[in-house]
């Protein structure tokens, strides 16, 4: 296994640096920042990998047709629609049951995808875990699974989803309803926006007195407000003396100081 273990799962590695590599699965540091799209990589060939979107450079080419590719994934997934025809400079698309050679498309980039139907081709590769797919928007939905994003946020509560048929789904639950209670008065409202402006006044403004000017958020103490404030402004004060990372906040810096092996001693 080697010498070096990991704390947490205990993963043996011959080499240092492969152990840290590994902790970040663990602590989801990604210290590897891409200067013109500012999307973090917990590795660094990952980054190499995703430059590729930015600079254009496609450093795999088929031997068959030349058509190029930007990861070596792409490129013996595309090889493999020449396997069926290796005698014939392009690649061509057998039929499948219930579809006609000669079906029309409009654009040939909807031909291209069709036909992938029938090759297996799956040209989108996700950047983290190698996972494939067929369309684009498969790969960008897919992808959220990893940086945790949800653009699909729920205008009644707030609540906000991956995908788009999530949100119509949760949507439903509020047919009807007000669940949002007033804890100082017994008012009920639909949305969530709508019981934080019916609570910054006239009740809850003396117990929260400092507001974000941002958000309108309202905060009891004013360390409170400028903890807060640091997810508007990217703030990260709380340095690594080992790594250099910041942090938004000391006790999130103590957590990630444990996988240097900081703090762990009586």
Known sequence: PGPFRCAQCGKGFRQKQSLVTHERIHTGEKPFRCGDCGKS????????THRRVHTGERPFPC??????FSQKANLLAHQR??????????ARA???????????????TNLATHQRIHTGERPFTCGV??????????????????????????????????QK???????????GRQPFTCLECPKRFKSKLSLRVHQRCPHGCAERPHTCAECGKRFRQKVNLAVH????TGERPFRCADCGKGFSQKAHLLRHRRTHGAGLAP
């Open 41 to 48: 990589f917990s590795q660094r060939p990952n980054l190499l």
């Open 63 to 68: 031997a068959q047709c030349g058509k190029s």
């Open 81 to 90: 629609i020449h396997g069926a025809h290796p005698d014939e400079g392009k």
């Open 94 to 108: 057998r039929p499948a049951r219930g579809c006609a050679e000669d079906t029309p498309f409009v654009l040939k």
């Open 129 to 162: 875990c190698g996972r494939r797919f067929n369309q684009k928007g498969n790969l960008v939905t897919h992808y959220r699974v990893h940086t945790g994003e949800r653009p699909f946020a729920c205008t009644q509560c707030g609540k906000r989803f991956a």
């Open 165 to 175: 048929p999530n949100l119509l789904a949760h949507q439903k639950t509020h047919l």
């Open 229 to 232: 404030l640091r997810t508007h």
